[in-house]
Each structure stands twice: as C-alpha cells, then as structure tokens.
C-alpha cells in the first residue's frame, strides 16, 4: 500500500489528482495551440511559394509565346521579300496586258495569299512625299502642286504592319520656286489702276 503523506488529511489525494489533470489539459491547451500556430504559418509559406511558383510559370509562358510570335513574324518576313522581286515581275507583266489565261489566275493567287500573310502594297500618284515610305529617284518642279508630291510611282514599296520592306520608289514634283509669291494678273492691273487714279487725283488738286 502506498503510504499517505504524514499531515495528510482525508480528500487531500482527489484535489491532488484534479490538480495535475487541470494542469496537464493547460498543458495539451497551450501545445495545440502552438502546434496550430506553426501549422498556420507553414501553410501561408507554402500558399505563397505556389502563388510565386504560378507567377513564374505564367511569365514564362508568355515569353515562350512572345518568342514564338516573333520568331514566325521573322520567317515570314523573309519568305514575303524573297517573293517581293516575282511581284514586280507580275507587276510589269500586268502593265504590258501580258497577264492573262491561267497566269493571271496563279498571280492573283499569290497576290491573295501575300496579302493574308500581311504584305501590304503601297505608293500611289498624286500622294504627298514621305521620305520614310517614299525614294526619290526623280525630282523636278510643278505649278500643278502645292507640296512636295509624288507625280510617278516608278516601284511600289512593301510593308508587313508598321514595318517598311522597301520604299516605293518615286519621281518627286515640287512646287514651282516663286509661284505663290508671284501676284496674279488681275491683282497687278488693280494696283495699276489704283496708282493711275491717285496721280490723276493729285493732278486736279
């Protein structure tokens, strides 16, 4: 038999034993708690290493696509100027009335196709002169315009979106030196008359 404490009185042993269970749930109590905690904060570390791990992945994506878009805009850009010179040919072969039968069937073909890949033809008499779509290779002087115009295209030029492949080559006019300065007949015979009649004024007086 376990011997009770001397001084021990009855009931002394059912406090004791309510006491150390008390002290034994604080103690489980305030180790779950803990235990909760950690289990907390390890969750916010792995919920913000997926987020980052999602953020780099999605980065990535976009810049393989970005890559990609960019590496097929090249490869076309290429094959579309290498094709640029067969377009001149159809070009000059259409001005001569020689594009006809099942030629003119293949060269509208690849005129359609060209086109769809985003080759875009420009330069067009009469425009005004842009010397960063436009070469001149002619220059002379106009009374029929007021601006540097292109008065004959003598190559169209290419364009894939924003992108120049080459200017269109042009025979630039200017506006004749001193035509707008120059004062028109009508008006000279005005001031004439207009000086006759104050020196006939003057004359009477």
Request: with cysteine; charged share 30%; glycine share 8%.
């Amino acid at each position: 038999m376990t011997e009770k404490p001397q001084g021990a009185e009855p009931g002394d042993d059912s406090a004791a034993e309510e006491a150390v269970i008390a002290a034994a749930e604080e103690a489980a109590a305030s180790g779950g708690a803990d235990e909760l905690a950690a289990a907390k904060r390890e969750l916010a570390e792995r919920t913000g290493d997926l987020q980052r791990l999602q953020a780099e992945y999605q980065n990535y994506r976009k810049r393989v696509e970005r890559d990609r878009m960019t590496v097929r805009e090249i490869a076309v850009s290429n094959i579309l100027e290498s094709l640029i010179p067969v377009l001149d040919d159809i070009g000059r072969a259409r001005e001569h009335g020689e594009v006809t039968g099942g030629f003119k069937s293949v060269s509208d073909n690849l005129e359609t196709v060209v086109a769809k890949l985003g080759l875009q033809q420009f330069g067009k008499e009469g425009e005004p002169f842009d010397p960063t779509m436009h070469e001149a290779l002619m220059h002379s002087y106009s009374s029929d315009v007021t601006e540097d115009t292109c008065v004959q295209i003598l190559q169209p030029g290419y364009r894939i979106g924003e992108r120049i492949i080459r200017p269109a080559m042009v025979a630039v006019a200017e506006p004749q030196p001193g035509a707008q300065t120059t004062a028109a007949p009508d008006d000279a015979d005005k001031a004439a008359d207009g000086d006759a009649d104050k020196a006939d004024g003057g004359a009477e007086s």
